[in-house]
């Protein structure tokens, strides 16, 4: 498969827009996952995602085929959500003790007139999202690519350009933040905890955090239906259960839309960063 990249970059530097789309869409959907579980929220996942894509490729000229394209890429992409910008979900971020403290604030039943399991599962994602941002950057990602993408220490560490043994550090103390967390307050992974994602519903609602008219991920476009498969994992009590039974999702059209453009311009030989 590397020779077949290696040559749709070719074709691709040399003004191939078919090569150039291939690219895109094969890479994509990892960077827009990553993306929505680093930055939490699906508009800052799909200005992300954009500018992840942009930027491989700006940069297809210099890759040389000493790795495989897909590391090279994903390299890109975990660099820039390291180091970009602060997003609302991290500005906004609570420490373990302050999250515990919030879902222990009050449980209630969902209101009436609401559809409560489309909003449970709203409430699921985006707790589960949110605890994520409990964890530094390096943590996060670790989680992620270790835990919730499942890859081995050595494509992870490569991806993070850290040596397997760190990534193996990193991945150990957020899998202990997380699971630590899950355990002591979350009902997915704890049927003695007392919080349940149906009675948070009321409480989202009025602290802003979910609307019941435009849920943020519960009607967001996904690749399964993974609800039978969420329940059946959650029902192992595991926390990086209940993130690997998350939606697989769709990049929404706009993530890849600035392509059209450089089509329409003719900006398809290599454009300047």
Not at 77 to 85: D, F, G, H, Q, S
Not at 103 to 109: E, K, S, T, Y
Not at 129 to 138: F, G, I, K, Q, V
Request: glycine fraction near 4%; include cysteine; charged fraction near 25%.
């Amino acid at each position: 498969m590397t020779n077949d990249h290696e040559a749709l970059v070719a074709r691709a530097v040399n003004g191939d827009a078919d090569a150039l789309a291939a690219l895109v869409r094969e890479l994509q959907g990892f960077v827009y996952n990553l993306s929505m579980r680093m930055l939490w929220h699906p508009q800052d996942a799909e200005d992300a995602a954009q500018e992840i894509l942009l930027r491989i490729i700006t940069r297809l000229d210099r890759y040389r085929g000493e790795s495989a394209f897909t590391t090279w890429a994903y390299r890109i992409a975990v660099n820039y959500l390291l180091t970009t910008r602060k997003r609302r979900a991290e500005q906004q971020a609570m420490t373990a003790a302050e999250f515990a403290e919030d879902l222990a604030a009050g449980m209630v039943d969902p209101p009436p007139g609401l559809d409560s399991e489309l909003l449970a599962e709203e409430v699921k994602i985006g707790c589960t999202h949110a605890m994520l941002m409990m964890l530094d950057r390096p943590h996060r990602v670790a989680f992620i690519l270790g835990d919730v993408f499942g890859l081995n220490s050595e494509t992870a560490a490569a991806l993070t350009s850290v040596t397997a043994v760190a990534h193996r550090q990193r991945l150990a103390r957020s899998r202990r933040c997380i699971r630590d967390f899950m355990s002591t307050n979350c009902g997915l992974v704890n049927p003695a905890a007392s919080c349940r994602c149906a009675r948070r519903i009321a409480p989202a609602i009025a602290a802003c955090r979910v609307d019941p008219d435009r849920p943020l991920f519960a009607g967001h476009p996904r690749r399964t239906d993974v609800q039978v498969a969420a329940r059946e994992m959650e029902s192992l009590h595991s926390a990086a259960a209940v993130y690997r039974a998350e939606p697989d999702w769709l990049a929404p059209a706009t993530v890849t839309s600035f392509l059209d453009k450089i089509f329409r311009e003719g900006r398809l030989r290599i454009l300047a960063d």
